[in-house]
C-alpha cells in the first residue's frame, strides 16, 4: 500500500500462514489497513501481489491444494481490495492485482494457479466496472517469468528458463524493474483514463508458448 503524502510505503505486508494479519481472515485485513491509514495518514495506491503456487497435473491435485491457491489469489485480491475501498474513496486511487499469463492458453501443471488468476482478472474488470465512480481505478498486471524471483526459483528448471529465452520475442527474462516501472505507469496520470485493463508484461513471450512451466 502506498501514500502520495510522501510519508512513504507501509512496513507491513499481509501473507497467508504468517501469524498476524493474513488475506484470508477479512477481519484482521481490515484492521491492518486500518492500522496503515492511521500511520500515513491516508491510502491513495494498493497492489495486491499475494500468490500461491507449484507444480501438479490436475490428475494428482488435492481439492485442498487447488483450494488453497485460490483462497491466496483470489480471495485475498478480494479482501485486500474491499478493506481498502473506503480509504480509496476519500481521495480516488488505484488498485493494482498480480496476475499471471497462465490462464491465457493451456499451462500444464497449472490447472489451480490458472484457474485463480483468471479470477483475478475476472475481478478486476467488475471492480473497475463498480469502483470507477467513486474515482478508484482498477488494474492488473500478468508478469511473464521474472529474473530472480521465488517463482522462477521455484518453478522452472534450466531446460524451461532455457525454453523461455529462445521463444521470447525480446529474448530475455523479465525483471523486478519492468514490473515496477508497469505498475508506476498504471497508478500514475499517465494512466488516469486506464481502468480494467491487464496488462501484459512478459516480452510477449505468451503469445509464442504455454508450455514453459515444468516442462520436461
Known amino acids: 500500500m502506498w501514500s502520495r503524502s510522501g510519508r512513504g510505503t507501509v512496513p507491513s505486508r499481509f501473507s497467508a500462514g504468517q501469524s498476524g494479519a493474513t488475506l484470508l481472515d477479512p477481519a484482521a485485513v481490515n484492521d ?4 496503515v491509514v492511521s500511520e500515513l495518514g491516508r491510502l491513495d495506491i494498493l497492489i495486491n ?15 485442498n491444494g487447488f483450494g488453497t491457491v485460490v483462497d491466496i489469489d483470489l480471495k485475498g485480491t478480494f479482501n485486500a481490495s474491499r478493506a481498502a475501498l473506503p480509504h480509496l474513496k476519500a481521495r480516488g486511487g488505484s488498485v493494482i492485482n498480480i496476475s499471471a499469463t497462465l490462464p491465457y492458453l493451456g499451462t500444464m501443471g497449472q490447472a489451480h494457479a490458472s484457474a485463480a488468476k483468471a479470477g483475478v482478472d475476472s475481478l478486476t474488470r467488475t471492480l473497475a466496472v463498480e469502483w470507477g465512480p467513486y474515482g478508484v481505478r482498477v488494474n492488473g498486471i500478468a508478469p511473464g517469468p521474472i529474473e530472480g524471483t521465488e517463482g522462477v526459483h521455484r518453478l522452472t528448471n534450466e531446460k524451461s528458463r532455457e525454453g523461455a529465452l529462445r521463444l521470447c520475442p525480446l529474448g530475455r527474462l523479465g525483471t523486478v524493474d519492468d514490473i515496477a516501472n508497469a505498475s508506476l505507469y498504471l497508478v500514475s496520470d499517465a494512466a488516469s483514463y486506464v481502468n480494467g485493463v491487464t496488462l501484459v508484461v512478459d516480452g510477449g513471450l505468451w503469445l509464442r508458448s504455454a508450455r514453459i512451466l515444468g516442462e520436461e
Open 49 to 63: 501481489g499475494a500468490a500461491g503456487n507449484f507444480i501438479c497435473l490436475a490428475e494428482n491435485l488435492s481439492p
Open 32 to 35: 491492518a489497513v486500518s492500522a
